[in-house]
Each structure stands twice: as C-alpha cells, then as structure tokens.
C-alpha cells in the first residue's frame, strides 16, 4: 500500500469516528431562542426607525413654525436623539437659530449644525 493511501485510509477512519461520537440535540429550543431573539432584536429596529423619523418630523416641524428660518433647502436627520442639519440658509442667523430651535424639541440630546449660507438667487 502506498503512503497516501494510507494517509487516507486514516483520515477516513478518524472522520468517521468522531461522526459516530456526535449525538443528536434538541434543536427546537435553540432554533426558537434564537428566533425570538431576532425578531424581538428586528422589533426594536423598527420602533427604533420609527422614532427617529418621528423625531426628524417633530424638529422639522418646529423649525418651520419659525418666521425667522427658511427651511426650503433643510434636511433633518434624527438618530438615537441625536439631530444632524443640513443643507443651505440664506443668511447667518438662520443657523444659529436652527440650532437653537431643534435643541429646544422635546427628545432632541444634541444638533449638528451642518448647515451653510448660501445668499438667495445663488
């Protein structure tokens, strides 16, 4: 007999040895854990989705009761709390008061103000 012929013979051996010293386990508990667990985990992304857009609604809304603050060209993104502004004002002030206002929403933790001046008609 050849080298690698034994070589095989030994590996085949062992493989079905240790296939032999494996049992079978209930796999309906585990499988339903981690089930419940994904979907309880996909549950709280969605109420956390939708909180977050409640949110971005709830700044947005508030910066646009505001005489003082073009919102035509503001994004408002919301996550966790955290609220990002983006996008363009014409003036200077409107930044500073946008960030003032979106902190003064209820739920908001903190703004990023990512806002920049551009003049109208630019």
Known sequence: ??????????????LIATSLQAYAQDASAPVAAASD?????????????AANRALSRKVRA???KDK???VSNI????????????????????IDRATAVANGVAGVTSVSNALIMRPTGN
């Open 68 to 70: 003082n603050i073009n």
């Open 62 to 64: 508030a910066l646009a």
């Open 75 to 94: 994004t408002v993104r919301a996550k966790g709390g955290a609220v990002t502004l983006q996008g363009t004002v014409p003036e200077q002030s409107q």
């Open 1 to 14: 007999m050849k080298a690698i012929q034994v070589l095989k013979l030994a590996a085949s051996t062992i």
């Open 37 to 49: 667990a994904t979907a309880v985990t996909k549950q709280q992304q969605k109420a956390a989705k």
